[in-house]
């Protein structure tokens, strides 16, 4: 229960999650900017619900409905255009 802060036990701060994996938006790539928005994707959601029990309870939800993996699937494409554009579209 390290996660509960002390002033108000029932507010849970979430862990220090790295957001940017290597602090850089910057590949070599398309698809390993494309695996990058994933993982950024995954990173947003491991920090809004920390506990991974919870997470493994949620997957069975979402994985059998349509329009939530849509909307992840519309978030990882937000997180690609950004890295698409910090990586000049791979314009050489």
Not at 45 to 59: A, G, H, N, S
């Amino acid at each position: 229960m390290d996660n509960i802060t002390s002033n108000n036990p029932s507010v849970v701060t979430p862990p220090k999650v790295t957001l940017v994996p290597n602090n850089s938006l910057l590949t070599e790539t398309p698809e390993e900017g494309r695996q990058l928005a994933v993982k950024m994707a995954r990173l947003i959601i491991k920090m809004t619900q920390p506990d991974e029990e919870k997470r493994k309870q949620l997957r069975e939800v979402y994985g059998n409905d349509a329009m939530m993996l849509i909307a992840v699937g519309h978030v990882v494409a937000i997180e690609f255009a950004t890295v698409a554009a910090a990586n000049n579209y791979w314009r050489k």
